[in-house]
């Protein structure tokens, strides 16, 4: 049985409290990613929340936020988690039922990476679980 430690990607960008809604906007362009963790510092990497890009749109410009607006104001606290012992099918699971891409991967509070439902696909991983979550998370976001 495979696990999220072996597909997911280690030591993600992140951002702390201290950056702001712009530095978010040009670490999400830099590392072709829409899913930003925010963490307390780099030493000890305590998870707090996280940044979509769609939290950007969303509580950030279009909510009329200057790109200086501190990280927390845009920030989602509610975060799912997994472990990186978990199961790539369990973490497939989640996705669907929960409706979302991506999901922290932690060791306690301290965040150790992100896996998302590109790398379940990617790697040939629960194709059909995998597929099947991206297509109910599209679906419920058209309407």
Do not use: C, W
């Amino acid at each position: 049985m495979k696990t999220v430690k072996e597909v997911m990607t280690m030591e993600p960008v992140a951002v702390t409290l201290q950056d702001n809604v712009y530095e978010v906007a040009v670490k999400m362009r830099d590392h072709d990613t829409g899913f930003i963790p925010v963490i307390d510092n780099e030493e000890d990497k305590t998870l707090l929340g996280v940044i979509t890009d769609r939290d950007l749109v969303i509580r950030g410009y279009a909510a009329k936020h200057p790109g200086s607006t501190a990280v927390e104001k845009v920030m989602s606290r509610e975060i799912q988690t997994v472990s990186e012992n978990t199961s790539v099918d369990e973490a497939a699971e989640l996705m669907s039922s929960r409706q979302i891409r991506r999901l922290a991967v932690t060791s306690g509070q301290k965040l150790i990476g992100v896996v998302s439902i590109g790398d379940l696909a990617v790697r040939n991983i629960f194709v059909d679980e995998a597929g099947e979550a991206l297509h109910d998370i599209s679906q419920q976001h058209l309407h």
